[in-house]
């Protein structure tokens, strides 16, 4: 596939005595490689070593005959001798290299280029916050004892539905439904905590999905994993406070990645949150008025 041809003898008188020199030329077709030099430091005495060293270099031979089919082996050669760029349309990193005057790399970096979608995701904070009531009119929560034990245990399934008033109290706006895990049963807090996995359902509004920890004897934040209507393209967290186990929960949803801003309506000043609050009569009644459009039942 290619010709090495010794070097020429007038590079003798260049480079210095106590070196012994190797230089071939590499020619692929029309392409020629840049000389490789292989250079060997010799010691003022030989050594078997060195001799040894030397009869293999002297046994390489000067010439390797070129392919008859130049065809194949300018292929080859340019296969061997191109690289080709892939580059991922949805992320790619561009490499620099830093060269000082002297010639020697000084360090790199490499610069992350997101597509454009995550490039133009929304990142305001939207503010939302909401009630969760247990009026004990749902059958729930249900407690499906998994881990076949007496007490709380891992494995343990509790499905829930509550329903959810805006955070003044005066407009139901739909409900809860999903359902939690039991991870670990804490019996020196008289708590447990649970992996929960469930949706706001808020009628023509959207609805809001989250999952995380849920610890019965604290607030805990959970994360937003999406949305739709209003909510579309939502991520972000929602931090659950509990009043009330399992009955009364207030929760401020810190909402991003949506494309315009909350309706009026649901950015109401809440009611502070505390054991006692409780919806108006007209929320509970749902009367015309105290309900949002195409409210969840």
């Known amino acids: 596939m290619c010709s090495l041809?010794?070097?020429?003898?007038?590079?003798?008188h260049i480079?210095?005595?106590?070196?012994?020199?190797?230089?071939?030329?590499?020619?692929?077709?029309?392409?020629?490689?840049?000389?490789?030099?292989?250079?060997i430091k010799s010691k003022p005495q030989s050594s078997p070593s060195m001799a040894s060293a030397s009869a293999s270099l002297q046994s390489i031979p000067s010439t390797l005959k070129p392919l008859r089919n130049s065809t194949a082996t300018t292929a080859t050669a340019s296969n061997l001798l191109s690289f080709k760029n892939s580059i991922n349309p949805v992320f790619s990193h561009k490499l620099t290299t830093k060269v000082n005057a002297s010639g020697s790399r000084r360090g790199c970096s490499i610069k992350s280029q997101s597509s454009p979608a995550e490039s133009s995701r929304p990142t305001k904070v939207h503010q939302l916050c909401v009630y969760e009531i247990n009026e004990r009119d749902r059958g729930s929560p249900a407690y499906l004892?998994?881990?076949?034990k007496p007490v709380n245990s891992l494995g343990d399934l509790v499905p829930f539905t509550n329903k959810v008033y805006s955070a003044d109290l005066q407009t139901r706006l739909g409900i809860t439904a999903g359902i939690c895990i039991l991870i670990k049963n804490m019996p020196e807090t008289k708590g447990d905590r649970y992996e929960a996995i469930y949706s706001f359902h808020l009628g023509a509004y959207g609805q809001i999905s989250v999952q995380g920890a849920y610890v019965t004897t604290e607030d805990t934040y959970l994360s937003v994993t999406g949305g739709t209507g209003v909510f579309a393209g939502a991520y972000g967290q929602v931090k659950l406070q509990q009043l009330v186990f399992p009955f009364k929960l207030f929760y401020t949803f810190y909402l991003q990645g949506l494309s315009a801003d909350l309706?009026?309506?649901l950015l109401v000043t809440p009611v502070?949150?505390?054991?006692?609050?409780?919806?108006?009569?007209?929320?509970?009644?749902?009367?015309?008025g105290a309900t949002s459009p195409n409210y969840t039942d």
């Open 15 to 39: 480079l210095p005595l106590q070196y012994a020199h190797i230089i071939y030329t590499s020619t692929y077709t029309s392409t020629t490689v840049p000389a490789i030099i292989i250079l």
């Open 145 to 148: 004892r998994l881990g076949q």
């Open 272 to 288: 502070p949150p505390s054991p006692a609050v409780e919806a108006s009569p007209a929320a509970k009644a749902t009367q015309l």
């Open 263 to 265: 309706p009026s309506e």
């Open 5 to 12: 041809s010794p070097p020429s003898t007038n590079l003798q």
